[in-house]
Nanobody, 117 residues
Framework: QVQLVESGGGLVQAGGSLRLSCAAS????????MGWFRQAPGKEREFVAS???????NYADSVKGRFTISRNNAKNTVYLQMNNLKPEDTAVYYC???????????WGQGTQVTVSS
């Protein structure tokens, strides 16, 4: 069972930056497909970015050019660097990991990101 713990959320003004971290407990982390999702109040959870074990990345159109996902396999940690933040980026951000079923089955508890205008 993979345990994921997010950190790094907070309150920032529009145009500012934050870096989220997600620490994984699983020793096979280095080969895991990891992702970030977010859920704003009253909205469904949506995909933000993901990274494969080999480093290939994928982003939602709404964050391309502003967010960067990366990983440090030695630290079992995945990051989400968020630049030029906008009020519409306000949400709870969740880290997730793909299981043997090939789906994002493991989730962290979430971290709040609030962007003020």
């Amino acid at each position: 069972q993979v345990q994921l713990v997010e950190s790094g959320g907070g309150l920032v003004q529009a145009g500012g930056s934050l870096r989220l971290s997600c620490a994984a407990s699983d020793r096979t982390f280095s080969t895991s497909h990891m992702g970030w999702f977010r859920q704003a109040p009253g909205k469904e959870r949506e995909f933000v970015a993901s990274i494969w074990g080999g480093g290939y990345t994928n982003y939602a159109d709404s964050v391309k050019g502003r967010f960067t996902i990366s990983r440090n396999n030695a630290k079992n940690t995945v990051y989400l660097q968020m630049n030029n933040l906008k009020p519409e980026d306000t949400a709870v951000y969740y880290c997730a990991a793909v299981s043997g079923r090939g789906q994002f089955d493991y989730w962290g508890q979430g971290t709040q990101v609030t962007v003020s205008s």
